[in-house]
């Protein structure tokens, strides 16, 4: 049970630190702070067994913030041990508007990071994912349209991971979104780390391969089903894709590039 002067304290810090928290909380909003915490700035949660969302928006009637996380630009969420997703957020109140680093390390029942799908994560700088064995898929198309000062990206053992942008059916809102954004996916992207990732088999769909235009540092360890860099099976099949004439014809220039291993 948190008291009503914490939970008041909790929805004005700028600055939290939550290790060994217990209470029967299984999210951080709206289970301890419905107001939303939109003055935070950095959050670390760390060794909390009891966590399994970080913001859930399920239940509308618990919620007293339509803008929640907006000011947050730090997240660090270590050793949660029965974490399953990130953000839960089926009726759009959470922002993310502001959120520079993310990292999530050692939460091994983690299967999906769910950004919110009106987040935009304009100001997402680094993004690093480690240890993390159930998670499957990293992004959806619409959310990597926003990421556009993303600089660093590092994923490790991560085993069971397939994808990390999303594979999305022909004609959905998602795939005709992302072939028609592919040239402003990743401007920014400097280094790119990937290791352990055994399930992994591809890394980028092909078609967005022109746009990492700043890519300094590609490195790829320890991917024992991995066949490509860019482009997916499907992708290498003309048969399927034959009338995706963008796809068909790639030019990529690694002007940056300094390290390939």
Do not use: W
């Not at 029942?109 to 159930?134: A, D, V």
């Not at 401007?187 to 391969?209: D, H, N, V």
């Amino acid at each position: 049970f948190i008291s009503l002067p914490i939970k008041d304290f909790f929805q004005k810090a700028e600055y939290l630190h939550l290790e060994n928290l217990e209470g029967g909380y299984e999210n951080v909003i709206p289970s301890m702070v419905p107001q939303g915490m939109n003055h935070l700035i950095f959050l670390i949660l760390h060794d909390c067994p009891e966590i399994k969302c970080v913001f859930d928006s399920t239940n509308v009637d618990l919620l007293q913030t339509e803008d929640a996380f907006s000011s947050l630009v730090i997240l660090s969420l270590l050793e949660l041990d029965n974490l399953e997703e990130v953000f839960h957020d089926p009726s759009s109140r959470c922002s993310l508007k502001s959120l520079e680093k993310l990292t999530i390390e050692s939460c091994r029942q983690l299967y999906n990071i769910s950004f919110p799908k009106n987040s935009k994560l304009c100001h997402l700088k680094f993004l690093t994912i480690e240890n993390c064995p159930m998670l499957t898929c990293i992004f959806k198309p619409s959310i990597v349209q926003t990421l556009e000062l993303l600089e660093v990206l590092k994923i490790s053992d991560c085993y069971e991971l397939k994808q990390i942008i999303e594979e999305v059916e022909e004609g959905s809102v998602d795939y005709v979104s992302s072939q028609s954004h592919t040239s402003l996916m990743l401007p920014k992207l400097r280094k790119l780390t990937i290791s352990g990732c055994q399930g992994l088999e591809y890394i980028f769909p092909m078609c967005y391969a022109h746009g990492l235009a700043s890519l300094e540092k590609l490195s790829i360890k320890v991917c024992g089903k991995l066949k490509y860099v860019f482009g997916s099976e499907k992708e290498y099949d003309l048969t399927v894709y034959q009338h995706q004439s963008n796809c068909q014809t790639i030019h990529i220039n690694f002007l940056n590039l300094e390290t390939l291993h």
